[in-house]
């Protein structure tokens, strides 16, 4: 798209909106807008995820705990269970990406999430290098945790591994 364009400046909704329009208009249009989609969900990088989720992981600050742990409204937080939600947090969208991708059997993009959302877990199973946010959220045994839900969800939707990926990427997990 040229700058300057209508198409250009328009929000991700707008575009969205706009395409639904077209379909709408053109519905001889929508085989092929189907097959762009599934292309686009598809694909995955799992290096690519593995570095965001481990960055994300990596900048929970304390600022992050102490807004949820202690005394709150309706009770106590303990401060592990507040890490513990703040690590979920950063890989649910993951999580979910991953389950709508097994949705439309785009298989192979979800597995790189899950092997991505595994290395990016195992990244940080014993860094205390970060801000103590990550390191009161009861390393490794959350990042251990996390990885376990993972592997099941996998298995359950029979997604293999590569052979000797784990041993590979995730040495402490094999």
Known sequence: MENGTVLAVLSAAERGEVLLALLEAHPELAREAEELGRRMLGSGDWTAVAKDVSDA????????????????????????????????????????????????????????????????????????????????????????????????TLKEHRLELPGGWLGEHCAKWS
């Open 57 to 152: 992981l990596r900048g929970l600050r304390l600022s992050d705990l102490a807004e949820r742990a202690g005394p709150q409204w309706g009770g106590y937080v303990d401060l592990r269970v507040a890490a513990w939600e703040l690590v979920d947090e950063v890989i649910r969208p993951y999580r979910e990406d991953l389950a709508r991708r097994l949705r439309v059997g785009a298989r192979h993009a979800a597995l790189e999430i899950g092997l991505g959302l595994l290395a990016g877990l195992y990244a940080c199973r014993e860094d205390r290098t970060s801000e103590p946010a990550l390191v009161q959220a009861g390393m490794p045994d959350v990042i251990d945790f996390q990885a376990d839900r993972l592997r099941r």
